[in-house]
């Protein structure tokens, strides 16, 4: 994880990521049985399919970049401070 969190928040920000984590996984677990009842096999498979496909949306659409770049570069482009160039059309 520390290449995820930035070293002055790596302790709490690990331990909230895991808490989440694990508070997640018991909802999946226990709702599976109710939502699966409800909509059906191929139903909870589409389902997640959706979630997952959301997932990647995300992640491909709207995070950038990071391979090669310190924690510091990636978060200073989230928060604004370092602009990409921009190609003018002639």
């Known amino acids: 994880?520390?290449?995820i969190f930035p070293t002055r928040v790596l302790g709490?920000?690990?331990s909230i990521a895991t808490a989440i984590n694990w508070g997640t996984s018991f909802i999946?677990?226990?709702?599976?049985?109710?939502?699966?009842?409800?909509l059906g096999g191929e139903g909870i498979f589409f389902l997640f399919a959706m979630i997952c496909l959301g997932g990647f949306a995300f992640v491909h659409f709207l995070l950038p970049e990071t391979k090669g770049r310190t924690v510091d570069e990636v978060i200073a482009e989230?928060?604004?401070?370092?602009?990409?160039?921009?190609?003018?059309?002639a």
């Open 28 to 38: 999946v677990t226990k709702s599976f049985d109710p939502v699966q009842d409800a």
């Open 1 to 3: 994880t520390a290449e």
């Open 78 to 89: 989230l928060h604004g401070s370092e602009r990409t160039p921009r190609i003018r059309s």
């Open 12 to 14: 709490s920000a690990s």
